[in-house]
Nanobody
Framework: QVQLVESGGGLVQAGASLRLSCAAS????????MGWFRQAPGKEREFVAA????????YFPDSVKGRFTISRDNAKKTVYLQMNALKPEDTAVYYC??????????????????WGQGTQVTVSS
């Protein structure tokens, strides 16, 4: 059974940084691309970061590019989302996701089939 557990969310002021973690179990982590999504109240889910199984490529949309980074530690089966220069519009529940296909080189939002329960990030102005 695949389990993804996010942590690291919280309440911060605008301009601050947070690092989210996602610990994976029940999946061959080293073969799995990983992604982060977020969803704010009343808004659609947004794809905010991805990293391939090898860690050689990453993806960020323009809304977070230059502020967010994604990394992975295969030994710890953990993926991280480093968020810097946070803005109030970054406020959302952040979800970790795992690709259902091993060794997948695609990073689109539709490749993920396993999801965590989310962690709340609130950025005050």
């Amino acid at each position: 059974q695949v389990q993804l557990v996010e942590s690291g969310g919280g309440l911060v002021q605008a301009g601050a940084s947070l690092r989210l973690s996602c610990a994976a179990s029940g999946v061959i982590f080293s073969r799995s691309g990983m992604g982060w999504f977020r969803q704010a109240p009343g808004k659609e889910r947004e794809f905010v970061a991805a990293i391939t199984w090898s860690g050689s490529r990453t993806y960020f949309p323009d809304s977070v590019k230059g502020r967010f980074t994604i990394s992975r530690d295969n030994a710890k089966k953990t993926v991280y989302l480093q968020m810097n220069a946070l803005k109030p519009e970054d406020t959302a529940v952040y979800y970790c996701a795992a690709d259902v296909s091993p060794y997948n080189t695609k990073m689109g939002p539709d490749v993920y089939g396993y999801w965590g329960q989310g962690t709340q990030v609130t950025v005050s102005s």
